[in-house]
């Protein structure tokens, strides 16, 4: 251990004389902070006497002034700014000092060193002898530096040997080079005559032999040179292993245990300064020999001579890499620790380091560090290596943080400032192990390169284990797992396994260091202390500390177990001494004025010894944390006698109100501190000053402690004067005695006086006997105050009371219940309530603060002698509550068992008969506008809103409205309303007559022309009444208002022939049961309450998107209304707010109109949910119960298969109904249409992460691009140094990304997201030879993945992405086909030298298209790997047409592009369909702003570049687009846009031939969890929300509509409001979602989320919303309802449906339109009769339907299976025995009456048969139909490929040319989309008749006989599936 560790222990005049040492010569503070380096000189090496040392000296001087200042700049914080300056002043005073004497530094220094040394001997008893300055660990930091010493020697050794060899090798090279030349030149004499090869071959073969010698001899030195060399890197190395095993395994190892240690109280681990500079020389060193071994390596491979070498340099090789992977691993560490007891939701630091950063340059890219909180199982398999998930035991908040260099140290190191332990995830614990025994740790890791990418890292380390705790009481249970843990953890253990058993010796040691810590005094813990601990622990009586030498203790006795006879642990005891020293008897601790550790019979016998006065201080035994004082005095009832007192004991609370010295100075009878001190010697220094004299008349009062039967005057009143005299008030001396009860001795002392907490078991028994007692009427007035007073005196005689205070004024009888909190102990009895005229009186509960006193009286509560209630008992949620009633005593654990048998009124409910009942709850919902901010909380509460009535307006069939005031009669029969000019009898309806209330628009008085628009469709509801099904239509003010009436009247037809409170009332229902299941849970000790913060986080956690102040404002609301503001959280209270904040109004309300039973969902309930409002097919009961079991939160509920209110909650919010369609997550289009015919997600300037003009470059862009689904990027390359080609953008070129790096990238990433081809669209500026090097990297880099087959001159399109899976494909220039030449000419007008141009000032050289283009040459390597996508000018249309080859490529600015958009809209779709088109944004965007793609997708734009660094609308809708194909980065065009023959106009306004348009109904309900702008500046979080609607497609579809402003609620505000969008080409469109704060500041932006048409779903859906950088706000959603009718033209069954009828006059014929061309006019005119057959097929069925739903009193929007349930329900609310059934066994199922029926249901059925009929006549007629139609298209197909030469023939040209070939094209589109319509409308005919089918089934319809099961219908005899002509069949050359 370092000297300086161990003199830090020093204690008394050792301690004194090493403070002596230190002063302004050197400060101490320099001792300390430098202790390492100074130990770390060789001092004594320095001869003080030879002038020649001096040099040394100052070296050391200058080493000792860097070394502090380096200190001093490393100091961080705001207390390492002071000392920041300090050790800066003392750097500058040491230099002024010794800068001209630095021998006399040394001599200072060897000084102090030597005298430590001797001090730390002396004190710890060494007999080692003094043998000069070095010490053993002097020795040791010698003998490293000396070990370094030789590796430096070792290496440079090699260094030259290798040097050497170099240049032996390169001679010898050379050599080999001339035999080569020699042999040429024999070679080259074949050609010669004769007589000259004879002439010169004998002297070249001698040569040639000399030289083959000499590289023989010198190929078998090299070889020695090389195996010599290789042999002392094997030396080297092996004494690396040694070096690096003595710092990593021995010094960092200590220093780490030191570090351990130094949690529980132990000396500082010390700096890591010189174990850096140790593993920074190690990290040098192995470097160098790692570089050596390359090199030896690469001069084998560059002169391979065959031997063993090539095995031992791979040797070295991979020992060196495993050397230094170890030292990088193990130094990366924890300088400073997290704390080991950690609280949830509270801050907390930690510093990592990594000790050869600096060194291995690692600060050049800082790497990130990651701190995450794993279990200990977790910590084992990560040592283990063992493939553990990647999953943490908790969430940490700011759990990432950057290494930091700091220049002037050295080190790099991550500073963790603000961590947050979120919340924690605990595993099983094992036996009695509790919460707080279970470790955890907190994970360091991180990841960086070294040496240019050679060598990467993953390191990790582990903290000191950590205890998580959520409560401030579980700080000390937790302390105790950490003591025990550092103090005896062994090196190298598993984690965290401990000893369960120590040696006493062991745990005295760690005691003590942690006592000395906790109380900071030197004094620590004696052996008598330890002995008496040991009594303590073993329960021995023993004084001998030899016998406990060998006894061990294990964890349970330690801190699981109590003590014997006590009711807490071992160390909770020890733990409550240290926490009273520290905080209130330090000083007289440090003075040794306690005793402390003495039992009751040494004090005992120690004061019977000494003269009476007498005292000592010590611990109690039975009090945590309290201190008693023992005293000897006369026994006042024997005189003569003497014997020891025991006040009882004092606690924290009592020395915060009065010192423990002025206590000691008030009890005059205390006089000597043992053994014979006086008490004033001793505590006078604390003794508290004296009061001032009384100012203006008053007198200050003054606290004074007395013992009532030692209440002596002060024998020396000038010891310590008082205003007042110091006598005991009268009124506690004597006591007056009212005869109630006799004098009873107190048991709770014992024979001695001292108080026993063994003795206090009997106090609630004595309490319990007197309470007992009749009162007989005598608490009243004052008298109540004297008898408590008489009371506490009964049970505690005066004789043997303890010390209690006094005032120094005289008292009132009134005043005598605050002396009261000093009289007594405290006690754990618990609490009794006392009901009737007893009072209230009970002990204290240990788990509230601190009182001293026996009883608490209660008798506020009582007036009169009668205890006050409140009138009437109310109910708050459905639960009973009593205003007024007594809250008697303390809580206690029966307080459940109270709240359900409580007295009191009943509760005021309502019944049929209006008679007053006790009221259950039965539903929780909250509206959020009733009038007068009424809030609605149950079924009750609507009732009671009804019977109070509101003014709503009546509707008549003359479309008039008349206002009247409507009400429900008390008895909840009737429904009246007034006024009226009909009789008061006649203006009513009677509950049980009414069969349905609709919501809505849904009858025909609310739909007539005239009404229709002047209210919304959320304020109407209709009543339909009577056997005749007549109509009560009503408007409401807000649509609040409708649902109460709405949800309360369908209720009374539920249970209209049974009473409200059907329900037994003391029956709970599911949610409440699951509640308290969960509130039981949070209150494992079955106190009844959990304290406010808990019950806020099991909300929280229940609901994770409430905001916690929300829920705790509600909390604080109830108590203060239940008047226990500031009280635990109790049940009622608990259920009371989850209900309250936790029910959502309009899923509550949703639940009403489904469920059966009003209370929860069952499996029917559900299915019937699923499969009508969410469209789901094929829906059973099991599927519908595995939803109960995975979103019902209730046992009960699962297990019964009901799904609760809270359930369905979380089943709506689940992903099973999210708005998007969970098919499209995947790839889910055909992939094998041609490239041209797909979307492409495109990037502009990917590198960029700003704008074009100051934005800067970065690889992550592309990273990020690649990730969100990028198929189409953008490379602007530019010359670089160095001959390496550089990628930038912008006005500067400083931020240069060079080619190969962004290659390595888009390697990387390019399919990670995606398998389909990637397109990289290079922008060159290169000279040649650098697009050579761009030509090179790519084939390097990219390899197989870059696609260089030539295109096929055969092939009309391009290939499809799926035969280019995994390829990237590269758009760029191209040399023509047939160049020979290395490089050629080409044109550069891509948007690269447009940029280019205006940045740099380029001039124009030519004008193409209104793009300015210049010459570039291009070399051949980099023309050959453009294939597919070869760049090209566009000039026109129609040259296109005529010259462009399909793998061609133009690019278009968005200028031109939109030019071509409006005045070419057919020509630019057309032109579409064949060649891809890349549209970029105009370089005037120089703030990187976006275009809106959809102006280009309508056209047919392939590639329309995005600015992915800007977000907002246009991003959104690109990223939303997108991510209907799996996010893949393609998507299908529509099928109008990709058929060579078909019209589509990108500007079309109007309906689209051959496609339907579609009906989007969209009603948004409500918001959830909507925060504050994030730009807001305004103050709070409220905000006020409105919504947008936005639909995005072609011009024809595009619109938005906007919701009304919530006032002040972003939680859970309630819109609903019903939008209706026509949209003309669904495949093309998009919607949008905005919600924005109306009452903003600065930004009104909340989130959006963008879906395409394709992939909404149907029913309730919810709309996760996302902020404006893109990421998905957690919680926060919109909950919406979408209905899409009218759908034609493919998409999904479950969004099939039907729009409104029209009548045959009015209905609309699509026609063909004539071309002037005879013959094919001839053919088209032909189909008219066919187009008009299948549009009246489609319509007279969809007119049908209509008017059979409108007759359901359901809109459109509704399907089939909603229509035979709205009829079911007819039938089973009706009073007369109706019967209808369904007719299975025929082809089409009939509906059929049994009996007469009413009116409206006669006409219900037959609407029902007219949509039979109709439907029949569709299905039977639709293949005639479609054939001829079909026939007509092949016919017509026929003409395309002549058209044009036809069209010439008959003399058409030029403009009416093109325009007959426009009406051809419409033509053939009109007959094949009806073609298509008519096939989807006899598909959905059949799934008519297939609903029909499974609803008759589902509600019981199904007439006897009928046989047909729902899952396999009856099928028509025609119903075969319809087949679409593709225009292959008659074209081969045509693609579909």
């Excluded at 009062?701 to 007042?724: L, R």
Aim: one cysteine or more; glycine letters at 6%.
């Amino acid at each position: 251990m370092a000297v300086w560790i161990q003199a830090q222990q020093l204690q008394g005049d050792a301690l004194h004389q090493m403070q002596s040492l230190y002063g302004q010569h050197f400060p101490i503070e320099v001792r300390h902070y430098l202790s390492q380096w100074i130990e770390g000189q060789l001092w004594d090496a320095i001869d003080l006497e030879n002038p020649q040392e001096e040099i040394k000296a100052k070296r050391l001087l200058d080493s000792l002034i860097q070394e502090l200042q380096k200190k001093a700049e490393h100091q961080v914080g705001e207390d390492g700014f002071l000392l920041k300056i300090k050790l800066g002043h003392y750097a500058s005073q040491l230099k002024s000092t010794y800068d001209r004497c630095p021998l006399e530094l040394v001599r200072c220094i060897k000084h102090i060193l030597y005298t430590e040394q001797r001090l730390v001997r002396e004190a710890t008893n060494s007999s080692s002898p003094v043998g000069g300055l070095m010490d053993s660990m002097s020795q040791k930091y010698h003998q490293i530096n000396q070990a370094f010493e030789e590796l430096r020697i070792l290496t440079q050794d090699t260094e030259n040997d290798l040097r050497k060899l170099q240049h032996n090798q390169e001679y010898f090279i050379i050599q080999y080079q001339e035999s080569l030349r020699i042999q040429a030149q024999l070679s080259s004499l074949a050609t010669l005559p004769p007589a000259d090869r004879q002439l010169r071959e004998p002297s070249l073969l001698s040569k040639r032999a000399t030289v083959e010698a000499w590289l023989t001899r010198e190929a078998n030195t090299l070889q020695k040179y090389r195996l010599a060399l290789a042999e002392k890197h094997q030396k080297t190395l092996a004494l690396l292993r040694k070096q690096q095993t003595v710092i990593l395994d021995d010094e960092l190892i200590q220093w780490k245990r030191r570090q351990q240690l130094a949690g529980n109280g132990g000396p500082p681990e010390g700096g890591l300064d010189i174990l850096q500079s140790w593993c920074e020389k190690l990290a040098e060193t192995i470097w160098q020999n790692r570089q050596q071994i390359r090199r030896a390596e690469h001069l084998r491979q560059q002169l391979p001579i065959p031997g063993p070498i090539e095995e031992l340099l791979t040797e070295l090789n991979g020992t060196i890499t495993d050397i230094i992977s170890a030292l990088v691993t193990s130094t990366f560490i924890i300088e400073k620790q997290p704390p080991q007891v950690l609280k949830t939701q509270t801050k907390f630091a930690a510093t990592v380091r990594l000790l050869v950063g600096g060194k291995l340059n690692v600060h050049m890219n800082p790497p990130q560090v990651k701190a995450t909180i794993i279990s200990e199982q977790q910590a084992k398999a990560l040592l283990k290596n063992e493939n553990t998930r990647n999953d943490s035991s908790g969430e940490i908040l700011n759990n990432n943080c950057v290494m930091e260099y700091h220049q002037t140290t050295g080190t790099l190191s991550a500073h963790f400032r603000n961590m947050s332990l979120k919340r924690i995830r605990r595993s099983d614990r094992r036996g009695a192990e509790s919460v707080t025994e279970e470790k955890f740790t907190i994970l360091f890791e991180s990841q960086f390169s070294v040496g240019g990418n050679e060598l990467v890292f993953q390191v990790k380390t582990l903290s000191l284990p950590v205890v998580v705790i959520v409560h401030g009481s579980q700080d000390n249970n937790a302390t105790a797992t950490v003591l025990w843990d550092n103090a005896f953890a062994e090196p190298g253990r598993v984690p965290f396994i401990v000893p369960d058993k120590v040696l006493w010796p062991q745990l005295c040691e760690a005691l003590n260091m942690k006592y000395k810590a906790e109380v900071q005094s030197n004094r620590g813990l004696s052996e008598e202390n330890l002995v008496f601990l040991a009594q303590k622990a073993f329960s021995s009586s023993s004084v001998n500390p030899e016998d406990y030498r060998n006894m061990t203790m294990t964890w349970s006795q330690f801190n699981r177990e109590s003590l014997p006879g006590r009711n807490f642990t071992f160390w909770q005891w020890f733990d409550g001494v240290m926490e009273l020293t520290k905080k209130h008897l330090k000083p007289h601790w440090n003075d040794g004025a306690i005793l402390g550790f003495v039992n009751k019979q040494q004090a005992q016998d120690m004061l019977m010894s000494k003269p009476n006065g007498t005292f000592l201080l010590r611990f109690s035994d039975s009090e945590i944390g309290g201190i008693t004082i023992a005293w000897v005095a006369e026994n006042p009832n024997k005189a003569g006698e003497r014997m020891v007192w025991n006040l009882m004991p004092y606690t924290t609370k009592d020395f915060s109100i009065r010192s423990l010295a002025d206590r000691i100075s008030d009890l005059n009878h205390l006089l000597f501190l043992y053994p014979d001190r006086p008490k004033d010697e001793v505590f006078s220094k604390y003794y508290t000053p004296p009061l001032s004299k009384a100012v203006d008349g008053y007198v200050k009062p003054q606290i004074k402690q007395v013992v009532p039967e030692f209440a002596t005057p002060n024998p020396d009143p000038a010891a310590n004067p008082t205003y007042m005299d110091h006598a005991a008030s009268p009124a506690v001396n004597h006591q007056p005695n009212y005869g109630l009860y006799p004098a009873i001795g107190d048991p709770m002392l014992d024979a001695d006086g001292d108080f026993d907490l063994d003795d206090t078991m009997d106090v609630a028994r004595h309490v319990e006997e007197l309470l007992r007692r009749p009162m007989e009427g005598q608490w009243s007035g004052q008298q109540s105050d004297h008898h408590c007073l008489n009371l506490a005196r009964s049970i505690s005689p005066t004789q043997q009371l303890p010390g209690e205070f006094t005032m120094a004024e005289p008292q009132t009888p009134e005043s005598l219940a605050g002396p009261l909190h000093e009289l007594a102990p405290e006690a754990t009895t618990p609490t009794r309530d006392v009901t009737g005229a007893a009072a209230a009186m009970s002990i204290s509960d240990t788990s509230t603060p601190r009182t001293r006193t026996y009883l608490e009286v209660s008798g506020a509560t009582y007036a009169g002698g009668h205890p006050v209630h409140g009138a009437e008992g109310l109910y708050s949620n459905g639960r009973y509550r009593e205003h007024g009633s007594p809250r008697i005593g303390t809580r206690n654990r029966d307080s459940s068992a109270e709240r359900c048998t409580g007295t009191g009124n009943p509760p005021c409910g309502i019944m049929k008969d209006g008679s007053k009942q006790r009221q259950v709850r039965k539903k929780t919902v909250s509206f959020s506008s009733m009038p007068n901010d009424r809030k609605m909380n149950s079924t009750a509460a609507c009732m009671a809103f009804m019977m109070e009535g509101c003014e709503m307006k009546k509707v008549r069939s003359n479309s008039r409205m008349y206002s009247r005031y409507f009400l429900l009669d008390p008895d909840m029969r009737w429904l009246r309303w007034e006024p009226s000019k009909k009789d008061s009898e006649k203006a009513k309806l009677e509950i049980k007559s009414i069969k349905e209330v609709r919501l809505g628009k849904k009858t025909p008085v609310l739909r007539s022309n005239g009404l229709s628009d002047q209210f919304p469709d959320e304020c109407a509801f209709s009543i339909i009444y009577g056997d005749n099904y007549e109509s009560l239509d009503l408007v409401a003010s807000t649509a609040d208002v409708v649902s109460t009436w709405v949800m309360g009247l369908r209720y009374l037809v539920s249970y209209g022939r049974h009473m409200v409170g059907v329900v037994e009332p003391n029956q709970p229902s599911l949610r409440t049961s699951w509640i308290g299941s969960v509130f039981e849970l949070a209150d494992p000790e079955r106190q009844g309450y959990i304290d406010l913060f808990r019950a806020t986080q099991i909300i929280k956690g229940l609901n994770p998107g409430m905001r916690e102040s929300r829920i705790e404002l509600k909390f604080k609301e109830l108590q203060k209304a239940k008047d226990c503001y500031g009280e635990g959280i109790d049940l009622d209270t608990f259920v009371e707010v989850y209900c309250e904040l936790c029910t959502r109004p309009e899923i509550f309300f949703l639940l009403v109109q489904f469920s059966s039973n009003k209370e929860y969902l069952d499996s029917k309930d559900l299915m019937l949910f699923v499969e009508v409002e969410q469209g789901v097919e094929g829906v059973t009961e099991e599927m519908c119960r595995e939803i109960v079991r995975r979103y019902e939160p209730s046992a009960e509920g699962r297990n019964n298969g009901y799904l609760s209110i809270d359930g369905f909650t979380h089943y709506l919010l689940s992903s099973e109904c999210h708005i998007f369609d969970p098919q499209h997550k995947h790839v889910c289009q055909d992939m094998t249409q041609p490239l041209s015919h797909y979307y492409i997600n495109s990037s502009h300037n990917a590198s960029l992460l700003e704008d074009h003009y100051w934005g800067s470059s970065d690889l992550s862009s592309y990273v990020r691009a690649l990730r969100m689904g990028c198929r189409s990027l953008e490379v602007v390359i530019w010359d670089g140094p160095d001959c390496e080609p550089v990628v930038y953008m912008g006005s500067s070129v400083a931020c240069q990304l060079a080619f190969c790096k962004v290659l390595d990238v888009i390697n990387q990433y390019a399919f990670e997201s995606s398998e389909y081809p990637l397109i990289l669209c290079l922008v060159t500026h290169c000279s040649v030879p650098q697009q050579r090097v761009m030509a090179q990297h790519m084939k390097k880099i990219l390899g197989d993945k870059l696609h260089t087959e030539s295109p096929k001159a055969e092939d009309l399109y391009l290939p499809s992405p799926e035969n280019l899976k995994g390829k990237i494909l590269i758009k760029g220039k191209r040399l023509p086909l047939d160049s020979q030449e290395s490089e050629g000419e080409v044109t550069d007008e891509e948007e690269g030298f447009e940029m280019s141009r205006r940045m740099l000032g380029v001039d124009d050289k030519d004008q193409i298209n209104g793009i300015g283009c210049k010459r570039l040459r291009l070399c051949k390597e980099l023309s050959d790997l453009v294939t597919l996508c070869k760049a090209v000018q566009f000039r026109d249309f129609e040259t296109s047409k005529r010259e462009q080859r399909h793998w061609e490529i133009c690019s278009f600015n968005e200028v031109n592009a939109n030019r071509f958009a409006n005045e070419f809209p057919e020509d630019f779709v057309s032109y579409n369909k064949r060649f891809l088109s890349r549209v970029y944004p105009t370089p005037m965007r120089i703030d990187a702003s976006n275009m809106n793609p959809q102006d280009f997708w309508k056209c047919g734009c392939q590639i329309v570049a995005m600015n992915y660094q800007t977000p907002g609308l246009m991003m959104d809708l690109n990223l939303g687009w997108f991510r209907q194909n799996g996010n893949c980065g393609y998507v299908l065009r529509p099928a109008i846009m990709r058929e060579e023959v078909s019209y589509f106009s990108a500007n079309a306004r109007d309906s689209l031939p051959g496609v339907s348009a579609q009906l989007l109904h969209i009603k948004v309900i409500s918001g959830q969890n909507l925060p504050k702008p994030r730009g807001s500046a305004a103050k709070g979080d409220v905000v006020e929300p409105y919504i947008y609607v936005e639909i995005h497609g072609i011009p024809a579809d595009c619109a938005e509509q906007r919701t009304k402003t919530v006032s002040q609620n972003g939680d859970n505000p309630i819109f609903d409001e019903s939008f209706e969008f026509q949209i003309n080409l669904p495949e093309l469109a998009a919607l949008r979602f905005v919600v924005l704060d109306d009452d903003y500041i600065g930004d009104e932006f909340i989130g959006q989320y963008t879906i395409p048409f394709e992939c909404l779903l149907p029913g309730y859906r919810h709309v996760p919303l996302q902020s404006l950088t893109g990421e998905f706000l957690p919680n926060t959603t919109l909950f919406v309802h979408v209905a899409i009718t009218n759908r034609r033209g493919g998409g999904k069954a479950n969004k099939r449906g039907l729009s409104v009828r029209k009548g045959r006059k009015a209905r609309e014929y699509t026609s063909t339109k004539t071309t002037g061309i005879k013959v094919v006019d001839e053919l088209f005119r032909a189909s008219t009769q066919p187009l008009r057959e299948a549009t009246d097929l489609r319509e007279n069925v969809q007119n049908a339907m209509v008017s059979f739903k409108e007759l359901c009193g359901l809109t459109p929007a509704a399907n089939m299976k909603q229509c035979i349930l709205t009829v079911s329900s007819w039938l089973m609310n009706s009073e007369r025995m109706l019967r209808v059934t369904v007719d299975l066994s025929e082809t089409y199922p009939i509906m059929e009456a049994q009996g007469p029926v009413p009116e409206l249901l006669r006409k219900v059925l037959t609407a029902y048969d007219t949509m039979i009929q109709t439907s029949r006549t569709l299905i039977e007629s639709a293949d005639g139909v479609y054939s001829k139609l079909t026939q007509a298209q092949r016919a017509g197909l026929d003409f395309h490929e002549d058209l044009h030469r036809i069209g010439a023939r008959e003399g058409l040209k030029g403009r009416k040319l093109q325009k007959a070939m426009e009406s051809y094209a419409w033509n053939i589109t009109v007959l094949k989309g009806q073609a298509d319509l008519l096939k989807h409308a006899k598909g959905e005919a059949m799934d008519t008749l297939r609903q029909i089918n499974c609803a008759a089934h589902s509600c019981g319809l199904v007439k006897n006989g009928a046989s047909t099961s729902p899952a396999s219908p009856l099928l028509p005899p025609h119903a075969r599936p319809l087949h679409t002509i593709h225009e292959n069949e008659t074209n081969n050359t045509t693609l579909h």
